[in-house]
């Protein structure tokens, strides 16, 4: 993870914990895709809100997005959508028990 980020984005982080996977499948041009995405918690201290990430590939591109706009932005895989609207409450249950 960190190797990708330094890549894609050119920054250092800090892997804070892994959290999990989510499978994802979809067809494109009549192939059937599939992946698995693993997914981090990061910790990116050079990143910022109000400045949205300058990838360093040309076929990628970073951009902050409210979390109630995540539907519209058909982010995928939809998972993930969930995940990041509740990950704060998912990491207060883990640290209550």
């Known amino acids: 993870m960190k190797r990708e980020i330094q890549e894609e984005l050119g920054i250092d982080c800090n892997i804070v914990r892994f959290l999990g996977l989510v499978e994802h499948k979809w067809e494109s041009k ?49 998972p993930l959508r969930d995940l990041i609207a509740n990950f704060n409450n998912l990491v207060n249950m883990q640290y209550e028990n």
């Open 30 to 78: 009549g192939k059937l895709n599939c992946e698995i995405n693993q997914v981090f918690e990061v910790d990116c201290p050079s990143l910022h809100l109000l400045n949205n990430p300058t990838s360093k590939e040309s076929h990628l591109e970073f951009f902050w997005s409210p979390i109630d706009d995540l539907d519209s932005y058909n982010l995928k895989p939809y």
